[in-house]
């Protein structure tokens, strides 16, 4: 699963969406409340923090 999140420059995620999936409904929520929840170092230019763009491929799988 492919999602493009949008970074704050605290770092923190304002946005998630799913570019590519194959996944269904649940395992798709799962990604997005995943990648809301993490925190990124986000992206400088002269020293300022600035807002920024990012792509995350979530790969989930059943536990054995």
């Not at 986000?42 to 989930?60: F, H, K, Y």
Request: hydrophobic fraction near 50%; glycine fraction near 8%.
């Amino acid at each position: 699963m492919l999602l493009l999140l949008d970074i704050a420059p605290d770092g923190s995620v304002t946005s998630a969406q799913v570019v590519r999936s194959d996944a269904g409904d649940a395992a798709t929520l799962a990604a997005l409340e995943y990648a809301r929840a993490t925190r990124w170092t986000p992206g400088m230019i002269n020293g300022e923090r600035l807002a920024m763009q990012a792509s995350l491929t979530v790969i989930l799988g059943e536990r054995s």
